[in-house]
């Protein structure tokens, strides 16, 4: 492992279990991330993001295997680690802001309470008031007045639910923290605040991030390095700036055409015809054939070879795409 | 000059809400006071964050909600002329129910999850008594068919539930144009949506306008959205129009506080773009607003771009 990196992902595989057949949801994954670097991984609703990072996290669904692969964290393997080694790296070594979460404080039980009791789990010799600092400390960093740790959560707006959820995140000092969607379900002016926040917090703690979002512009403010899924593969990734200057994947590139933006002269947006295929089939060949607007004859016919080659410094794109044009 | 296909002024809608049994009920001023038009197939955009009563202006102008104050007066295309929205008769409200339209954010809601597809979309035509049977099912393929579900076949006899988000929106979108209206209020329709299909919806709805002469008030939190939507675009915080303007101009020159913080807050897809930061406290700007009085008419600061006045007074 090279020690520059928090986290190396190696060709992993994760599939689904399902009465209707197995969902491969996770194909083939490499990335890696530089300490102190932020990461976002985006692409349609459904294309594996949150499935990747549970399985980064291990906490995948009941149904959920991974099939084959290595995620390295800090220079140690996670596949295949038990129950309570696991416990050790999860919140304290790499923690997760999940897709929904401020929906799901427990109603009944105050906020502070809650954050009290993760942190009781991992510091089990923390003194009460030494939390109480602690829980203090987190509210400020996130811009939360201290009383808050008081409430209940239908006493919070979406944004203070959200804010509090970032601080649950870091309750246990972790140093890789993935944020599935935090701002989906939140309006323009407090997504730009709870933005602002993560990154501040990401500065001065020093901290990795793996930013996930199905919107490509949230990924250009956040991130450094960026990678773009597509049915349960990456098929681009490099660093953000090269990617949005240079996208050498059609599917890239349509994602880009299809964001509207408030700078620059108007223009046309492109939609994106079509959907994604099913992740239960398994199609030989390019799995974006069916939507690639120029398609060699290679791809249309199936025969496609899949896998990243580099199509400039750190940055690699499908083979098969940039053969497409 | 164009004719308008709304005309809304001074428009109020107060709720009165008790906060406790014991308590004595307050008003919350959901819409404050609000005036615009909306030329005859244009579009105009009605950007705020959540709460600000966007929702709200557009259920008072559907008759959902019954206004408190204001007049609104609506193109009639029976007699050509801007007609109150107050007493209707029966015939003027069925009229009115088959010019203006509304789509709502989730599609969902707005459809009987035991009704099929073909009867969702149909179902206005059987309101009005448009049509025989077998012309009724036609009128149905052929909206489908324009909002881009094809076969239509494929989905006459589907229920909204084995649809995704994007085609549900399409079922909406379907049924509200069957009637032909003239004017259609968007109320943040792809908002629930992935970009890919945002856009196809998006197109399909400037095609209607340009083909149709269809009139949009479109709702939105995302500025950039508008701006790829709206001609012009109305900015509204805490119940209030705070500025006007054609989109561009706008957008280029923001001169209210608040549209200046909704305009630094959107994120943009170029990573080597500096944003600027315009950081304002929301409760400063509502107590300027107060204290400058928000009951008088905006003004005109050149280009047809309208600001609040209590603005000029208090802020620039
Ligand atoms: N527990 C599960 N069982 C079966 N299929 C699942 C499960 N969770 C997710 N999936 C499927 O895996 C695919 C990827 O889903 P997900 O990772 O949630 O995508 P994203 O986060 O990009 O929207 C989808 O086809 C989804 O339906
Ligand atoms: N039926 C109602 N009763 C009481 N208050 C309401 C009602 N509908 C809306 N409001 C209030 O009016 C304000 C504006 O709401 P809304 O129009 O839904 O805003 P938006 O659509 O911009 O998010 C909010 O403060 C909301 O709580
Ligand atoms: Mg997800
Ligand atoms: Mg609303």
Redesign the pocket.
Known sequence: MNQKNILEVKKLNMM?T?LEGN?N?VKDVSFEIKKGSSFGLV??????????AMTLMQLQ?D??KIVSGNIIFNGQEMVGLNEKELRKIRWGGISIVF?GAMNAWNPVIKIGEQIREAIREHYPENTRSENTNKINTLFKMVGLEPNVADRYPHELSGGMKQRAVIALSLSCDPKLIIA?EPTTALDVVIQDQILKEIKKVQEDLDLSLIY?SHDIAVIAEMTDYMAV?YA?RIVETGKTKDIFKNPKHSYTRMLLDSTPSIIGDKKMLKSLDGEPPS?MDNFSGCSFAPRCPQPSDNCSSGNAEMGLIEVGDGHFADKCCVECG | MKKNIIEVKNLSKYFEVSRGIFQKKSIVKAVDDISFFIPQGESLGLVGQSGCGKTTTARTLTLLEEKTKGSVNVYNSKTNLLESIDNLDEDQLKEFRRNIQMIFQDPYEAMNPRWTIKDTVKEPLLIHNLGSPEEQEEAVKEILKTVGLTPPENYLNRYPHELSGGQRQRVAIARALIMKPKFVICDEPTSMLDVSIRISIMDLMLELARDLGVSYLYITHDLAVARYMCNRIAVMFNGKIVEIAETEELLKNPVHPYTKRLISSIPVPDPTYERKVYDINFDEIDSLIEKHGSDKPMIDIGNEHYIATHDVKGLI
């Open positions: 689904y399902t969902v949801a692409g349609e609703s459904g294309c594996g993001k949150t499935s990747v669904s149904n959920a897709q599935d996930i899924m349960g992740l």
